[in-house]
């Protein structure tokens, strides 16, 4: 009923209907100038609203449901968007006009490429625009260890002192790790190193159907083999960590075990948008069907792994405007080559997921394991979060659409630690991790956690800062980093010598 009356207000045009700010879909002036666009574009906006309000009054009944019928209605509704056909939109049909037509002949060829080479999707980035070592990952370090899962990467200092306690930092086994040091003035590494902190990281293996049975105990033992080789070479008892998203459950279990053995070989951990406690809603929990997660497991153990490609279509597919639309409009309509943009290119270059981690990442998903005592095991030690007590630093994401901020918040919660510091991001899931201090946009809030407390409760009594979460996260690194000492010369150690220059060979090894 209110679609139809906003209906007649559009027709005899008195509709306040507009696209939301930030929509590049109608940001070409014949959408606000040419009456008939006009009306196109409000009744198509006016009928996406209808569907929202409709998923909008299921959550309120079934919340699980509402998460299914969301997902499936945005990709209704965007694939509807009269942007995504060449005659509903005037900003492709005047770029086919002032190209005689040239636009539309590339376009063809992008699309045929994309069919051949990319499954269908349409290419977020120009392949080979930026190269690995040479464009993106050119942080000055060292290979100090290699094994079949993993390179250990240690970075050149460049502070004439550093701290005498080293930070480890665990990428996510999902994805390449160089989101961590994209370009120059936009890496997390480099920024690390230039605060005076010994950093070393890992980089993942991409596996291939031969490595179908890595799981939670292999990469979780891997990450307790990094935390010793770290600890050899710098001569400290205890080191830092920092997981980034799935990394950050890596880094969890890794601790669970040492908690176990008696052991503290870390001082101190932080987590970049990772959720613990699968409890809540989220996006996300429109794959949460147990019939949906039983044919992905059958799937990945059919194959052995799950692709990059499988995976990156179903994180698009969240964000169908953003991930997909857009580039339809750019590649095909407009007949342009994918932009040259780094975060795009990591987006793009992709790694698998071996079968039984996949398998249990779906279990930790659909049953929330974790944060229940005893119900999960890794390198036969029941899982106890509760048993975790170092000082520990969290970040969420404002905006994030694959790890919720309250869910990264309640990371807070659910570990034992008394000293807990939390800062939630402006940003979305990846570009609060690409965030450099001198991005001007940047800002994040943070304040004292209280156990026991909500998220909203800590939103309320929290600060904006302007700047980077990155400049936090380091000054509480420092403070927690020990004595400074003068920086090593040369990397590795008589144990572990150097094998080669950063990046190494498995951040771009095909498998």
Not at 374 to 402: C, E, K, Q, R
Request: hydrophobic share 40%; aromatic share 10%.
């Amino acid at each position: 009923m209110k679609f139809a009356t906003e209906a007649s207000r559009i027709a005899v045009g008195r509709s306040d209907v507009t696209p939301a700010r930030g929509d590049w879909r109608f940001k070409d002036p014949t959408w606000t100038e040419n009456p008939i666009f006009s009306r196109i574009a409000k009744t198509y906006l006016a009928a996406s609203n209808a569907v929202d309000s409709v998923v909008d009054n299921l959550a309120k009944e079934a919340p699980h449901r509402a998460d299914q019928a969301r997902f499936v209605a945005g990709i209704l509704t965007s694939a509807l968007a009269p942007t995504n056909y060449l005659l509903g939109n005037p900003a492709a049909m005047k770029r086919a006009f002032e190209t005689g037509g040239s636009s539309l002949v590339s376009g063809v060829g992008n699309f045929l490429h994309d069919m051949r080479h990319n499954g269908g999707m349409p290419s977020m980035a120009k392949p080979g625009a930026l190269k690995v070592g040479e464009d993106l990952a050119i942080t000055p370090g060292d290979v100090v260890h290699r094994d079949h899962v993993a390179e250990l990467l240690q970075y050149t200092p460049t502070t004439a002192k550093v701290r005498q306690r080293p930070v480890l930092v665990i990428p996510p086994p999902i994805g390449r790790y160089y989101f961590l040091d994209l370009r120059p003035g936009r890496s997390f590494v480099e920024y690390s190193v230039s605060r005076g902190l010994q950093t070393f990281l890992i980089s993942w293996r991409n596996p291939s159907p031969d490595e179908a049975e890595w799981d939670l105990d292999t990469y979780t033992e891997r990450v307790l083999e990094a935390i010793d080789t770290v600890r050899e070479i710098t001569g400290c008892d205890e080191i830092s960590t920092i997981g980034f998203c799935a990394g950050g459950i890596l880094n969890t279990l890794a601790m669970n075990y040492l908690s176990a053995q008696g052991e503290r070989k870390v001082h101190n951990a932080a987590y970049a948008v990772t959720l613990l406690d699968f409890g809540r809603s989220a996006p996300i929990g429109a794959f949460s069907s147990a019939r949906l997660l039983d044919v992905a497991r059958a799937n990945s153990q059919r194959q052995g792994v799950i692709s990059a490609q499988a995976m990156g279509s179903v994180f698009s597919w969240m964000r169908p405007n953003d991930l997909v639309w857009n580039y339809w409009v750019n590649n095909y309509l407009m007949g342009q080559d994918p932009p040259v943009f780094d975060i795009l290119s990591w987006n793009a270059d992709g790694t698998n997921l071996p079968a039984c981690l996949h398998k249990q990442f779906l279990d930790i998903f659909q049953f929330n394991p974790i944060v229940k005592s005893g119900a999960l095991t890794v390198l036969d030690t029941p899982v106890d979060v509760a048993s975790i007590h170092v000082p520990i630093y969290v970040t969420g994401a404002i905006n994030d659409h694959l790890t919720p901020w309250k869910g990264c918040y309640q990371t807070t919660q659910v570990l034992s630690s008394t000293d807990v510091t939390f800062a939630l991001s402006n940003a979305g899931h990846i570009a609060s991790l690409v965030n450099p201090p001198d991005n001007p946009k940047a800002s994040y809030y943070t304040g004292p956690v209280t156990r026991g407390e909500g998220a909203d409760t800590w939103r309320a009594g929290a600060s904006q800062v302007q700047g980077s979460w990155w400049e936090h996260w380091a000054d509480w690194a420092n403070k927690r980093g020990g004595k400074l000492i003068p920086a090593p010369t040369s990397a590795g150690s008589e144990t572990y010598p150097s094998l080669g220059s950063a990046p190494g060979s498995y951040v771009s090894r095909a498998n």
